[in-house]
């Protein structure tokens, strides 16, 4: 039933190795998203896809790589792992890229520590 | 410059006592969302309530309501006869129309019900 999942929920590791989550979501949703929750709670957005194509890229440091196999599917992997890495992970998805009513559905968050 | 602003970094209520949660934005955009979402301390984010820039009367959704006031470029969440269960992180976010559905997020307000 979960409309939006990610894995795995805790993920600890240490500075230099590199590390993935995966999210996928039941929705029939277009488009899919990655946001980080930094320590102080703010949320940024760092990537969006549409139909497995890349939309957003919000400046984000190219050793986090997006990949999205098909438009259920978006994974975020990250080389080698910086202390300023640890946050919590957030996979969204929405109806459409450009729907104005469209509400962005959220994940349970990965909680990423680098150590 | 900061487009969202959450003036209130925490905010205390009684039971059964109502609370707003302030929120104002900026943008140039003439089309635009705003978005509610709750983070309790599970972590999740939970979809709240939505107010588009043209619609007419302010949204309500149960127990929430945004009072939306255009020219003032605010929107404040009341949360009406709070319950224990409200405790949580809530965040203001905004979407602009031009922007690819990409949501745009406050700082936050940590609201805290007391018995």
């Known amino acids: 039933d979960t409309a939006v999942s990610q894995t795995p929920k805790y993920l600890v590791t240490q500075m230099g190795n590199d590390k993935s989550i995966k999210c996928e979501q039941n929705?029939?949703?277009?488009?899919m998203y990655w946001y980080k929750q930094d320590s102080k709670k703010f949320l940024k957005i760092m990537f969006s896809?549409?139909?497995?194509?890349?939309?957003i890229n919000e400046t984000v440091p190219n050793r986090f790589s997006p990949k999205s196999p098909d438009k259920a599917h978006l994974n975020l992997h990250i080389n080698s792992l910086e202390l300023g890495d640890s946050a919590v992970y957030f996979c969204?998805?929405?109806?459409?890229?450009?729907?104005?009513?469209?509400?962005?559905?959220f994940g349970p968050g990965t909680r990423l520590t680098v150590t | 410059a900061q487009k969202i602003t959450q003036t209130q970094p925490g905010m205390f209520v009684q039971e059964k006592e109502a609370v707003t949660l302030d929120c104002t934005y900026d943008?140039?955009?003439?089309?635009?969302?705003l978005f509610w979402y709750k983070q309790p301390s599970s972590g999740e984010m939970i979809f709240l309530i939505y107010?588009?820039?043209?619609?007419?009367q302010n949204a309500t959704e149960g127990r929430y309501s945004l009072n939306f006031q255009k020219a003032r470029k605010s929107a404040n969440l009341v949360i009406s006869a709070s319950q224990l269960g409200d405790s949580a992180m809530y965040f203001c976010?905004?979407?602009?129309?031009?922007?690819?559905?990409?949501?745009?997020f406050g700082t936050g307000t940590r609201l805290l019900v007391s018995p």
């Open positions: 896809y549409n139909n497995k194509e890349l939309i």
């Open positions: 969204a998805s929405s109806p459409t890229l450009t729907g104005e009513l469209d509400e962005q559905y």
């Open positions: 929705l029939g949703h277009d488009t």
């Open positions: 976010a905004m979407r602009e129309n031009t922007g690819f559905q990409k949501l745009v």
């Open positions: 943008t140039s955009d003439p089309s635009y969302g």
């Open positions: 107010q588009g820039s043209y619609d007419q």
